[in-house]
């Protein structure tokens, strides 16, 4: 069964900092999605990324993916408190999506 | 039509009585799929149908579990004889056959077994 393990599991950063979150896949996929969920709340798209070598960037946030090395990284730049929420990677094969365990991210003022 | 709508948002349930849950997805998809989500997890794959045709199920769906799409619109997820262990946030998500533009969500059904 196709395995996405994401770390750390936990992240508490200061804001104005940088971190990256990373997601390590275990089966060949060039189809890669990054979510952000809210405590309570379903999974809003942050990023798709359909190709080996893909960047793509919004505000603050950047996502990459390597399908050679089957790791994706979610960078986060001079974090703010409103990036507080849970993030998932999710790797497509077949027709469904396996998700990481997600990661907890908390933006401390 | 600005999303995927997830019909109840919660639902509370003694264990052993049968639940149903519905979701309207983007009117445009054809594609739709069912996931669970646990406390602390990400979701697990259920079910997934593409237009009417219910193509592929998780070890996960027991029998106690069946999902319909009828007219290749609206979908039902039920449980019947539920259990403790059905607890979760059960969601639903649809997208083109095209999938570039990804998959959308719905907000959910919140499930709890007493």
């Known amino acids: 069964e196709l395995k996405v393990e994401q770390n750390p599991l936990f992240l508490s950063m200061q804001e104005g900092k940088n971190y990256t979150i990373y997601c390590n896949y275990s089966?060949?996929?060039?189809?890669l999605y990054w979510y952000r969920q809210d405590p309570g709340k379903s999974l809003e798209s942050l990023f798709v990324l359909l190709s080996n070598g893909a960047v793509k960037q919004e505000g603050r946030l950047m996502a990459s993916l390597d399908t050679k090395a089957r790791l994706s990284t979610l960078h986060i730049t001079a974090a703010v408190h409103d990036l507080s929420a849970t993030y998932f990677c999710?790797?497509?094969?077949?027709?469904?999506?396996?998700f990481g365990t997600g990661t907890s991210l908390t933006v401390i003022p | 039509d600005t999303g995927v709508s997830q019909n109840p948002r919660h639902k509370i349930t003694k264990r052993g009585q049968n639940v149903t849950f519905r979701c309207d997805p983007i009117?445009?998809?054809?594609?739709l799929y069912w996931y669970r989500q646990t406390l602390g997890q990400g979701p697990e794959f259920l079910t997934y149908f593409q237009n009417e045709a219910q193509l592929e199920k998780s070890r996960l769906l027991s029998d106690r579990f069946s999902a319909e799409r009828p007219k290749g619109s609206f979908s039902t997820l039920e449980i019947q004889r539920t259990e403790q262990g059905d607890s979760a946030m059960y969601l639903c998500?649809?997208?083109?056959?095209?999938?570039?533009?990804?998959?959308?969500f719905g907000s959910g059904t919140r499930l709890t077994v007493v």
């Open positions: 089966t060949t996929s060039d189809r």
């Open positions: 999710a790797v497509e094969a077949g027709n469904q999506f396996y």
């Open positions: 998500a649809s997208s083109l056959m095209e999938r570039n533009y990804g998959y959308t």
């Open positions: 009117s445009e998809h054809n594609r």
